[in-house]
């Protein structure tokens, strides 16, 4: 079975312009996590879904920041307009999750770099 | 809210000597604790974790944590490592039942022949 899915894997874009992270997370998986991870504040969780509703967004940094999980195998995370200040490696993780304590499976990362 | 602290941002050790990466919790409510472990340029995979029943728990590659309730600590520990097992290594927790798992700083285990 294939892990989680993230692309691309490298992005390098230019202040101001739009970058758009995608995820496929596990089939049958229920929950969905954004990570954003940076040597400076470590791994950050951003938002996460549970059935494709989002449940707690208040990792998002600001407005520039939107996630959406149109459905159960697909997620994107957009940034608009991008900063310097967001280049940083984004995980995507899923899991399932009953009553709690679901084992997270990660993606490999995609790695932005904002010039 | 649940917070974790690694102790150690860096843990040299020779290879074959026994290792132990520090890890202390704070929460007023039960917790479920885990063990991620992340190779360079690579995802975070689990190690291991703790849910309830024995304090002692066994993970993948030879590791083992202990959770201590009184002390709030969830340490892990290799008896012998390899060169292998140089990696980062990240404590996480959520509340009993919770979804939001959130992680420790990262400790680096560098082994060294």
């Known amino acids: 079975d294939a892990g989680v899915i993230q692309s691309p894997r490298h992005e390098v874009t230019e202040m101001g312009q739009e970058v758009t992270l995608r995820c496929k997370p596990i089939?049958?998986?229920?929950?969905l996590f954004w990570y954003r991870q940076t040597m400076m504040r470590g791994l950050e969780l951003l938002i996460y879904?549970?059935?494709?509703?989002?449940?707690?967004d208040s990792g998002m940094p600001e407005d520039r920041f939107s996630a959406k999980m149109p459905n159960a195998s697909f997620s994107t995370l957009k940034i608009q307009p991008s900063e310097p200040r967001d280049s940083a490696v984004y995980f995507c993780?899923?899991?399932?999750?009953?009553?709690?304590?679901?084992?997270?499976?990660f993606g490999e990362g995609s790695r932005l770099t904002v010039l | 809210a649940q917070s974790v602290t690694q102790l150690d941002s860096q843990v040299p050790v020779f290879e074959e000597a026994p290792v132990e990466l520090r890890c202390n919790y704070s929460?007023?409510?039960?917790?479920?604790l885990f063990w991620y472990v992340q190779y360079p340029n690579q995802g975070l995979q689990l190690l291991l974790k703790y849910l309830s029943g024995s304090t002692l728990v066994k993970g993948i590659n030879g590791f083992e944590a202990e959770f201590n309730k009184s002390q709030t600590s969830f340490h892990l520990r290799k008896p012998s490592v390899h060169i292998s097992d140089t990696a980062e290594y990240f404590c996480a927790v959520t509340l009993e039942y919770g979804n939001k798992l959130v992680f420790g700083a990262g400790t680096i285990l560098r082994v060294k022949s």
């Open positions: 089939s049958g998986h229920n929950s």
């Open positions: 929460s007023s409510v039960s917790v479920y």
């Open positions: 879904f549970n059935n494709n509703v989002p449940i707690d």
């Open positions: 993780a899923s899991s399932f999750t009953d009553a709690g304590a679901g084992e997270l499976f």
